[in-house]
């Protein structure tokens, strides 16, 4: 089912919710309480600089510290808690790459420019930064529509009436390459391929797709032996009619975490596991524990002098993971330009057009007080026409959002993030494992951070917002705009004018909350995400009931009020439960202020969740 309208928003008056000036001044002793709380705690906050600068020399190196590492944890028969317990928050907590912030000017553009007519009116994929590309599942040159579906990439020509012509389809998956040698085949043991992940860039008439591929290897009973992830990297031209013709493949091993497009280089990360360690006879097997990647099957395995690892390195028991990024002339050669690797799992990349930060979220647990705290370690790596070199490494408190929670503004680092601590009172020492599946004094609050040239913290603002989590950040310049949520959505307005002090200047609460906020045009500043009640007879939980898009001004000096807004939730609609995917991909959204268009997906159910609707919309403002 289609559904497209065009539907004005409710004014504020017209739909209960009362927000004007006053709320901005009202809060204004608790903003400065809090802004004056936070500067004394800055004053004995210290940031501590990491050490990945050491390159690893020899696999010696890293094949002993694995298996020492293993040996330990064998001996100790250590289970994976800390790992299963805290590990990389998701739902809502430290959720996919899916937040929006915009460029200085707030007009960031794709780069989908094909080899057709440049004259057409079409969308781009909307970025984080201007002048770096982002992936997406379509793209469109003005005369194909190109899309990704279970392992193939389609080409379709719309024609004036609309209709598709011209269908072509390419396999993804034929591109894969994996190491046969890594693996001893017997009679009996069968393999199978997925594929997912997958997503691409369009640029001077050529597709670049990327795609996770994972081999499985299992015995004659189908129990699982081994397995091989890579990730590919497929380029096809693109010709008159829209048809595909696959030019040269990249690849390389771990499972697919980012990437970033700047003047037709790409730049791609993955996470590798060496879990396996138990199964390495000596270190000569490199395979097994060493990252490779290969160009149209040729494989190379990564320089001991191309991985870094910390001091002092203490990998998790069952092995480490490693993050590679490579530099990648991908519509050239397709060969790589560097290729780097360094200790640690995947965590949110931001990209300017000068250099990746790697966050990753780790937690460290104090036995004495039976408390777990969360931390983010912060890596630098600069970029330059495809080379890749760590160049800083810093540690704050907290976990960051999605990757729309840093931002790079005229030679200063921002990072927000929501400082999570836990308390468990069901924890067995002797067996350094948790017994009961139960955790008490959560404890939450926010934080943000300015960091200098040379990663060195300058500045920051932290603890406000408490029992509350980040869900969107928005950077604007010497202005960052911050939404959190516990029952309600307060969206604060924090002054970066002064790195070294920043200041909340405004403050303001609605239902819900926005997953997503990006310049509208003009003073406006819109919001999308989720709707939301309290349950008053169900001990004051918070129900999602739909999707809410909000409009904000912002007012001179920064501080914001929200002029008006519109819901789509389940009593209005009379359905059992509404989900849009654009509260978790800001991809999945067109939000065009110059055209006057909003547009999102939408799902919903009803009788009892056995009927389900496809639907879009379509709003003006």
């Known amino acids: 089912v289609l559904v497209v309208g065009a539907v004005k928003f409710i004014p504020t008056g017209k739909t209960g919710l009362e ?3 006053d709320s901005v001044s009202s809060s204004s002793s608790e903003i400065t309480k809090a802004n004056d709380e936070t500067q004394k705690a800055d004053n004995n906050q210290k940031t501590e600089t990491l050490s990945y600068y050491k390159s690893a020399q020899s696999y ?6 694995l298996e020492d590492a293993y040996n330990e944890a064998k001996k100790n028969n250590k289970e994976s808690f800390f790992d299963g317990i805290f590990g990389t928050k998701t739902d809502g907590v430290s959720s996919s790459k899916n937040d929006m912030a915009v460029a200085e000017d707030g007009t960031a553009t794709g780069n989908d420019k094909g080899s057709f007519d440049e004259n057409e009116d079409f969308s781009t994929t909307d970025l984080q930064v201007e002048g770096v590309d982002e992936a997406d599942i379509i793209k469109s040159d003005g005369k194909n529509i190109f899309y990704v579906l279970n392992g193939t990439i389609y080409s379709v020509q719309p024609d004036a009436d609309g209709k598709f012509s011209n269908i072509h389809s390419e396999s993804v998956i034929a591109g894969c390459y994996f190491d046969e040698d890594r693996y001893q085949l017997t009679d009996g043991n069968g393999t199978y391929i997925d594929t997912w992940s997958t ?17 499985y290897i299992t015995d004659a009973n189908e129990n699982y032996i081994d397995k091989d992830e890579q990730t590919t990297v497929s380029v096809f031209s693109v010709s008159e009619d829209g048809s595909l013709t696959r030019e040269h493949t990249y690849s390389q091993e771990g499972i697919y975490g980012d990437s970033r497009m700047i003047d037709g280089m790409l730049y791609i990360n993955t996470s590798y596991s060496s879990m396996n360690i138990d199964k390495v006879e000596d ?35 069952w092995g480490q993971e490693f993050t590679v990024i490579s530099g990648v002339d991908i519509f050239a050669s397709g060969e790589p330009v560097s290729v780097i690797s360094f200790a640690g799992g995947y965590g949110e990349m931001y990209s300017s057009r000068d250099n990746i930060y790697m966050a990753v979220c780790e937690t460290e647990y104090d036995d004495e007080t039976k408390t777990g705290k969360d931390f983010t370690e912060i890596t630098r790596l600069s970029l330059d026409n495809g080379n890749v070199a760590i160049s800083g490494s810093a540690r704050v408190d907290g976990y960051v959002n999605n990757q729309f929670s840093m931002d790079e503004y005229d030679g200063y680092f921002r990072i927000a993030t929501t400082s999570y601590t836990y308390m468990n009172n069901y924890y067995s020492e002797e067996n350094n494992i948790m017994v009961d599946d139960i955790w008490v004094d959560r404890n939450e609050s926010n934080n943000l951070f300015v960091f200098d040239e040379n990663l060195q913290q300058i500045g920051s603002i932290t603890g406000f917002a408490e029992d509350e989590s980040i869900r969107s950040v928005r950077f604007s310049g010497n202005l960052a705009y911050v939404v959190t949520f516990e029952q309600t959505d307060p969206l604060f ?7 070294t002090a920043p200041k909340i200047i405004s403050e303001i609460k609605a239902d819900g909350y926005s997953t997503y906020m990006k310049k509208w045009k003009d003073d406006k500043l819109f919001g999308f995400g989720v709707d939301t009640m309290v349950d008053y007879e169900n001990g004051d939980s918070v129900v999602q009931t739909g999707v809410k898009m909000s409009m904000f001004t912002v007012l001179e000096g920064g501080s914001v009020i ?47 969740y056995e009927n389900s609707y496809a639907e879009y919309y379509l709003y003006s403002y």
């Open 199 to 215: 997503e691409m860039y369009l640029k001077d008439g050529k597709i670049c797709v990327v795609s996770s591929c994972m081999k």
């Open 562 to 608: 929200e002029d008006c807004w519109q819901s789509l939730n389940v009593n209005e609609m009379e359905c059992d439960w509404i989900y849009s995917l654009a509260t978790s991909d800001h991809k999945a959204l067109i939000v065009d202020g110059e055209k006057n268009i909003i547009g999102f997906p939408l799902n919903r159910y009803t009788n009892n």
């Open 19 to 21: 927000t004007n000036t």
């Open 60 to 65: 010696s190196v890293i094949y002993n510290t």
């Open 493 to 499: 307005a924090i002054d970066l004018t002064d790195p």
């Open 283 to 317: 270190e000569s097997q490199l395979e097994k524990y060493i990252p490779t990647y290969s160009c149209d099957g040729e494989v190379t395995t990564l320089p001991a002098d191309c991985i870094y690892i910390p001091e002092n390195w203490q990998p998790d028991y």
